[in-house]
């Protein structure tokens, strides 16, 4: 698949000079900003509400990606709308997302673009009846909570059996991976069928971030 799509997942950014980390990522070539929201019950830490949202929206003009890794989000999803979110990512496990399908479609209906979200454990089987309803299926391949963790190479065959039961629907939903990315699982994840690559320490801990980029988005392609 062409036009692989990077997203550097901001956690992994210097907090105490956030606009100048978004700002140097889209100069650096990001398509999008992956924005990790945790609330502490979801996951166990905590990280951004829809202040810092709405911060990041001042600093850059590309989609912000927003990953809501927090329970009951259908309570929260018109602040995040209003923060300046673009994608509303939510998780397809009921210990996070009460009604799935409901939130789907609220995402829709408040002019956002939907994803869902599978963590490791989580079957294909548990999206297959709101895959019509998004733009984005998000395979975790860490569990979810922490940046700077090893990617989960049994995600593979996961990734490739999702990508096969879009094309047998006609859907062609964005396949994003988020964790442990860098170039040589930016390769495998894109053979197997993904486009969208999230990318925490190997972009911001870098060097040269632009080269980064480069370098996962040349591997991947
Ligand atoms: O969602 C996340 C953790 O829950 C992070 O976005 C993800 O882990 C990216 O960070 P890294 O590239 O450092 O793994």
């Not at 210097?14 to 980390?21: F, I, M, Q, S, V």
């Not at 209906?109 to 294909?124: C, F, M, Q, S, Y």
Request: glycine share 10%; net charge negative; hydrophobic share 50%.
């Amino acid at each position: 698949m062409s036009g692989v799509l990077i997203a550097p997942s901001v956690l992994a950014a210097d907090l105490g000079h956030l606009a100048d980390e978004v700002r140097s990522i889209d100069r650096a070539g990001a398509d999008w900003i992956h924005v990790d929201v945790m609330d502490g019950r979801f996951v166990p830490e905590i990280s951004f509400g829809p202040g810092m949202v709405r911060a990041i929206r001042k600093a850059t003009e590309k989609p912000l990606n927003v990953h809501l890794m927090i329970v009951e989000p259908e309570r929260s999803l018109a602040a995040y709308v209003d923060a300046g979110a673009d994608h509303l990512l939510v998780q397809a496990e009921p210990g996070s997302t009460v009604h799935l399908h409901r939130v789907l479609s609220r995402i829709r209906e408040l002019g956002k673009r939907p994803g869902v979200v599978i963590d490791p454990a989580t079957p294909i089987a548990w999206i297959e009846h709101v895959l019509h309803l998004v733009d984005i299926v998000m395979v975790m391949t860490v569990n979810p909570g922490f940046g700077g963790q090893k990617f989960l190479p049994e995600m593979l065959p996961k990734i490739a059996a999702l990508r096969a039961l879009c094309a047998g629907r006609g859907l062609h939903p964005h396949i994003e991976v988020d964790g442990g990315q860098d170039v040589d699982t930016a390769r495998a994840v894109v053979a197997a069928g993904a486009d969208v690559i999230v990318a925490g320490t190997a972009i911001f801990g870098s060097a040269d971030r632009e080269q980064a980029i480069a370098d996962i988005r040349s591997a991947a392609a």
